[in-house]
């Protein structure tokens, strides 16, 4: 019968840390949803074939961000950063540049990241039961959305007031 406990202790052991191990490699935030800082693709929830893109897969600051048909590019990936207070920074590529709000307080664009600047941090939530999450600026309060613009022929991303009605707000995230 020791036997016995001894063999079921060292099981609950290794599941202990094999359960720390994989909470370890994720981070479970306050608000509850697992997103780890990691490099991901951001897609429309309902457009499987476009990403976000900084458009000329530029290094300029002020590079408007775009939707584009799938590519591969180094302009299709981005790294969400968790920056505290379930906040995160979308970071493009090396150089310390992030997607923000332009001052006009609607264009999305890129810009070099400032801690200071609630600008370019976002709020990340989940729409309801979906694959589908939300990023919702921490500066404005508006919410990332696409829209077809006849000028650039381009989908260009913007913020604006959240409507449940519209899947323009709806994105999801890939490795």
């Known amino acids: 019968m020791k036997k016995y406990w001894i063999k079921l202790a060292g099981c609950a052991a290794t599941a202990v840390v094999i359960l720390l191990i994989v909470l370890g490699m994720v981070d479970l935030h306050t608000d509850g949803i697992a997103i780890r800082d990691a490099w991901y693709i951001v897609r ?6 476009y990403r976000m893109d900084i458009y ?7 590079t408007p961000v775009q939707l584009t048909r799938d590519v591969d590019g180094a302009n299709q990936v981005f790294k969400i950063c968790y920056t505290g207070e379930d906040q995160y920074m979308i970071a493009y590529g090396n150089e310390g540049l992030c997607i923000a709000v332009a001052s ?11 801690d200071n600047n609630e600008y370019n941090k976002w709020y990340i939530s989940r729409i309801g ?3 589908g999450y939300l990023f919702t600026n921490v500066a ?3 919410s990332l959305y696409y829209d077809y613009s006849t000028e650039s022929g381009t989908y260009r991303l913007f913020v604006k007031g959240y409507d449940e009605t519209d899947d323009k707000f709806s994105f999801t995230l890939a490795r």
């Open 56 to 62: 000329g897969a530029s290094n300029v600051v002020g």
């Open 140 to 142: 404005t309060g508006n």
């Open 104 to 114: 006009d307080k609607e264009t999305v664009l890129m810009q070099g990241y400032d």
């Open 129 to 131: 039961t979906s694959q």
């Open 44 to 49: 429309p929830s309902n457009m499987a074939t």
